[in-house]
């Protein structure tokens, strides 16, 4: 995985929001997960489904969630737009 630059994760409010009402053990774990798609910036998702602006973002299923995520390479950042607990 390592062969991109450092993305750093950023959750948008919805995400952060749905973050913060897990358990602490569950936060850790989703945290760990966000890190390790954002160490492949490029990938594409299980799906995806285009925004109010027309991006495409990614909609991938991760263990028990499904994550949508898009990555801003000008400023190398993996934005996570929607976190759902399936």
Do not use: C
């Not at 490029?42 to 990555?71: E, H, P």
């Amino acid at each position: 995985m390592g062969s991109f630059p450092h993305y750093e994760p950023v959750l948008s409010s919805k995400a952060t929001d749905f973050l913060i009402r897990l358990r602490r053990s569950k936060q850790e774990t989703l945290v760990g997960l966000l890190q390790k798609l954002a160490d492949n910036p490029k990938q594409l998702g299980d799906y995806s489904v285009k925004d109010n602006t027309g991006r495409d973002i990614q909609f991938m299923l991760v263990g028990d969630y499904v994550i949508g995520f898009w990555a801003d390479h000008a400023v190398k950042e993996f934005r996570i737009v929607n976190i759902e607990k399936v």
